[in-house]
């Protein structure tokens, strides 16, 4: 039995009303309808694979939450109804309800046909159970593209409890003698009334791998600098009144295709004349270093101490005034389901039941894939003052992808 990271309790304490409510999803537009077989026979697959699993509490104090196999799921939804595209994101949204990674299901997956011909088909799960790179992985997986790691040997409950208890001690003692540091503070941009109810609007671009990296390399950048600067200018444009904007950057830690939380955070400021160039710098220094735990605190205090404290301990930790996630190039096999071709593939972060009390300081977030001749863009909205719809977002995202000479097909 494996056992959950300090990622994955993070995202645990999410589930429960403790941050921000967040559900990874890959979306797959097909050019053709697609095939109920097929998807039933994915459907299966991914019952008995690696997001087929929940938490379980340890019954040793301070060893760490467990996961057992769970191949319970949530009914295929296949609707064949056709669905104008101009909702197909506003649909999507929908899917992430009712995903539990403690009592199952944590993942579901569906499809809807479209107006133009073509299919919609998503795969939702809870932050808990992966992140971005892991639900890839797990897609992967269920249509026979790469074989995973078998899970780490099983550890008994006391000596992991021991071994928890070890490190606790031993670095809580460390960073008393030291000096708790004061932990940093963001400064106010206003004071923000989030209605409840408030939607988190979406918008994805499709753009050409050749284009993209044309604008990246003119400006002496690269396509993960240029699309940090993107998201960045995209903030700016909507109103947002300070000089320098704070990212966050996730940084894929995995040394082989695990289906877990195995990422890490660090972060840049870029000011209003940074360009593509000048955050390649920045992103390249950020990624030798990593965010620390709470005040010098070891990590695993996290895993040992109650919810709630662990919750205010790391409250906001991670969260900046952006987040720019690189998924990175997806693998070939999700160029098709099947025998259908996909026109695009976008993979993005939603929040399902997200409440005005869980609302995070992040104001925007992207994520950049590549997939084949194409990389594709997906924005969240999470300033309902500068950013008020879907429409805005799209028009913003148009406007900021223009202002850099890139020409995007927007979903």
């Not at 990874?24 to 095939?35: C, E, F, K, V």
């Not at 011909?117 to 249509?143: E, I, K, W, Y």
């Not at 040992?304 to 409250?315: E, N, Q, T």
């Amino acid at each position: 039995m494996g056992r959950l990271s300090v990622v994955d309790e993070i995202f645990l304490r999410t589930h429960r009303g403790l941050g921000t409510p967040i559900a990874l999803q890959g979306l797959w537009r097909t050019a053709d309808r697609i095939d109920p077989g097929l998807l039933r026979g994915v459907h299966a697959a991914l019952r008995t694979g690696p997001l087929g699993r929940r938490v379980i509490r340890p019954r040793v104090p301070g060893a760490r939450r467990g996961w057992q196999p769970n191949t319970r799921a949530h009914p295929l939804v296949l609707t064949e109804q056709p669905l104008a595209v101009a909702a197909l994101l506003e649909w999507a949204d929908a899917q992430g309800a009712d995903l539990d990674p403690e009592y199952g299901p944590g993942w579901r997956l569906s499809a809807v046909a479209l107006d133009d011909g073509g299919s919609l088909v998503s795969l939702t799960c809870s932050h808990a159970l992966a992140d971005g790179r892991a639900l890839v992985h797990a897609v992967d997986d269920a249509l026979g593209g790469t074989a995973l790691p078998a899970s780490a040997a099983a550890e008994s409950e006391w000596a992991d409890a021991r071994r928890q208890w070890s490190i606790v001690l031993r670095g809580t003692g460390r960073a008393l003698r030291k000096g708790i540091p004061e932990r940093p503070r963001h400064a106010p941009v206003g004071e923000t009334s989030i209605p409840p109810g408030t939607q988190t609007p979406g918008a994805v671009f499709q753009c050409a791998v050749s284009d993209w990296e044309r604008a990246a390399t003119a400006r002496d950048g690269t396509a993960n600098s240029l699309f940090i600067a993107v998201v960045a200018n995209m903030l700016w444009a909507s109103g947002f009144p300070r000089e320098t904007i704070d990212a966050s950057l996730p940084v894929d830690t995995r040394d082989e295709p695990r289906v877990d939380n195995d990422l890490a955070m660090t972060d840049i400021t870029i000011d209003r004349a940074d360009t593509p160039a000048t955050i390649r710098e920045k992103s390249r220094a950020a990624y030798e270093r990593r965010m620390t735990s709470p005040g010098g605190m070891p990590e695993e205090l996290l895993q040992v101490i109650p919810d709630p404290w662990a919750y205010a301990l790391s409250k906001g930790a991670g969260e900046r005034d952006i987040l720019c996630s690189n998924i990175g190039t997806l693998p070939t096999s999700l160029r098709m389901l099947g025998e259908h071709h996909c026109v695009g593939v976008a993979a993005r972060a939603i929040h399902p039941g997200l409440t005005a009390a869980q609302w995070p300081r992040t104001r925007l977030s992207g994520y950049l894939c590549r997939i084949a001749d194409d990389y594709v863009l997906s924005l969240v909205g999470l300033d309902p003052v500068h950013i008020e719809s879907a429409t805005a977002l799209a028009d913003l995202g148009q406007q900021t992808l223009s202002s850099f000479g890139l020409s995007a097909h927007r979903w």
